[in-house]
């Protein structure tokens, strides 16, 4: 049986394996990243590549490669479509929270006079 490819392949570029764009473009979307920031990625993140399952920089597509494959789903409206199977593929296995609560963990500096007025008051700096 012969693996899916997004096109032959029959000019240009060598065809990459659906499964792997469609993995770029996951990633992609995840972190908001662009062809190349997400090329870039694959190349210098070891999660990034294990997750493409890419062993080698030959195999990684470049970011105009990626590109028209990105441009290819939104030419064909699949976007919602594949992240729709997705969010669906992770709440069967329990890997989407669907319920919880955020909180917010901000931290606000107390004006100096409350400061003096309440012995257990502390004041800490953060890196901001």
Not at 46 to 53: D, L, M, V
Not at 80 to 106: C, N, P, Q, W, Y
Request: proline share 5%.
């Amino acid at each position: 049986m012969a693996t899916p490819h997004y096109y032959k392949g029959e000019r240009g570029n060598k065809p990459y394996p659906l499964e792997l764009m469609l993995r770029i473009f996951i990633l992609q979307n995840v972190y908001t990243l662009s062809d190349m920031a997400v090329m870039n990625e694959i190349m210098d993140s070891r999660a990034f590549s294990n997750f493409c399952g890419i062993n080698s920089l030959d195999e990684a597509p470049d970011g105009d490669t990626i590109g028209r494959f990105r441009n290819l789903l939104t030419k064909n409206n699949l976007q919602e479509k594949i992240f729709a199977m997705v969010v669906e593929i992770l709440m069967e296995r329990s890997l989407i929270l669907k319920k919880g609560t955020i909180v917010d963990s901000t931290f606000i500096e107390s004006p100096s006079s409350a400061k003096k007025h309440d012995p257990e008051a502390h004041s800490a700096k953060t890196d901001c």
